[in-house]
């Protein structure tokens, strides 16, 4: 099935095209929960050309979310993920 991603307009604060955002989950390599924010999840993904992105989201239920962050992948959210 597939996921209804929607977007805040916050997502595109860093100029992380809706095309890379949605390209970043479908490649997806983590999709974690973050623990002290039961209501936000964390992605690591690639955009079209192959560089890794960092996308925070909120699920809505179960087939529909909506991404509020995107970014070039960070050092501390590699941290974050290792630990």
């Known amino acids: 099935m597939d996921v209804i991603v929607e977007f805040n307009k ?5 100029q992380i095209s809706k095309e890379d955002i ?4 479908k490649t997806k390599i ?3 929960a973050i623990s002290e924010f039961p209501e936000k ?9 192959g560089n890794p ?3 925070l989201y909120n699920p809505v239920n179960d087939n529909s979310i909506v991404v509020f ?3 070039k992948l960070r ?9």
């Open 22 to 25: 949605l390209n970043a989950l």
């Open 10 to 14: 916050v997502a595109f604060r860093h």
């Open 41 to 49: 999840n964390l992605v690591i993904g690639f955009d079209r050309a």
């Open 69 to 71: 962050h995107a970014m």
């Open 30 to 32: 983590h999709d974690l």
């Open 75 to 83: 050092k501390s959210t590699i941290e974050m993920v290792e630990n």
């Open 53 to 55: 992105l960092e996308l």
